[in-house]
């Protein structure tokens, strides 16, 4: 009896042990939502220290985890040469304590597969084998931290990657699912990967977000540029958030009233731009200006500011003879039509470059076309392009024209342009100039290739501190990364979420946190 007794008590005490080891292993492992949205906030806030601090504290409670995990987002998929293409961004997390130096990442694919465009890493594909290892910029994933990398692959019939191999430093590490062993698989391919909850504290408290106005035109008027800020009809500063078009030649589907009223409505957007390449080469005719004009009619209805832009770009110089000539024509027509508009912006010069110069090429050009325009429109606000891609705008604020409501063009792709420009455009608002960033995407400059969030975020942060207005390229479903539409979306108007690329969605968020 006694015995009997003495053998219960013991199997009690073994099975309360094993409960307690079995509840402790479940409370050591991070639960997936709380981790996943840990991770991707932290990748958001490369900056964001104490962010780090907690992502490393959740790395060290995650003993009985993997060290590391690679977490896909396919942002879109479409028909290319009978093949299907899918987008893929990846992040690899490293959840050790201490940093890893090197990391290499095995990815199946079907054979026969093609590698279309790839960015943040180098890429080699053999057979059924996607193998990724660093560039020289991202080695070293500190510890609770990770990078970032992604590709455009073609293969036959879909593709999601969801078998992995990590390698992170000298471990090995399976990855089964399409959000990495740590997140449930998100069939929607709508990643979230730049979902930005936390930005809201990026706005100053003391300033008052209006959403969706249903008529900005009428609430704040016309606008003018008073020192380095555009105002309007109260003095207050006020910021255009604007879309721009892509070539209205190519993409004039677009320009229609649904479209522009759905991002009114939808994405506190007060702005469209309308882009008319110059270039005949690039679908120029004075057939155009009529799109034009059927763009400024819906922005007006619709009571959105609107600009006009003469968009030289492989056309590169403004001012050689016959540019100058199509370009008189054109302003002195628009500024007819327009002087009594109040809504109405003029750009004329998108992107000088090849070798322009500001005071050979631009600023004499720019001084005939605002004298054409002034001879009809004698208020409305000037947008002038600077040299180099409307970058050098360090170089102008040393000698700018005299002259009301001027403002230059400044446009930064934020995955090529970085600090250099942000610097130059502190710069030239330091020195008094008026900036307005009058194309941006947060992609390379070639409109293409991957995003860069830490310098995208960088930007809006500019943009929020000087009160900078911008407009983003470009409203199509164009198979490329500057895209706001995704190459699926076949609707030209209504646009909601799902019809928006990744990068689409996050940067007309930002025009409601600001
Ligand atoms: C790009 C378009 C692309 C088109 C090309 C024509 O995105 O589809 O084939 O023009 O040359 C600019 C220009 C803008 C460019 C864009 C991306 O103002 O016209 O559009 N970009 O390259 N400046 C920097 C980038």
Redesign the pocket.
Known sequence: MKKAVIALSALLVVAIVVIAFLLGRQSSKPEAPASTENVAEETLEAEDKDNKEATTEAAKGASTVANGDVAYTVSGSWESNGMTATQVNAIVYNYKTSDVNNWKVEIDVPSGSKLEQSWNGTFDLKGSKLTVTAVDYNGTIAAGGSVDFGFILDTKGDFKPENTLLALGDESITVKGLGGNNEAPDDDDDDDELADSDDEDDVEDSKKIVLNEKDPVKVHGELSVKGTKIVDEKGDPYQLKGVST??IAWFPEYVNKDAFKSLKENYNVNMIRL?M?SDPN?GYTEDMHKKVKEGVKYASELGMYVIIDW?I??DNNPNTDDNIKRAKKFFKEMSKAYEDYDNVLYEIC??PNGGTTWENDIKPYAKKIIKVIRENDDDAIIIIGTPT?SQDVDVVAKSPLKGKNLIYAL?F?AATHKDDLRNKAVTAIDSGLPLFIS?F?ICD???SGGIDKASAKEWFKLIKKYDLSCAT??LCN?D?T?SLLKPTCKKTGDFKDSDLTTQGKWILSQYSKY
């Open positions: 892509h070539g882009a390449y690039a968009h770009l492989n998108n992107e891609w446009h792709y194309e995407s400059a070639s409109g390229w470009s164009k490329e500057a």
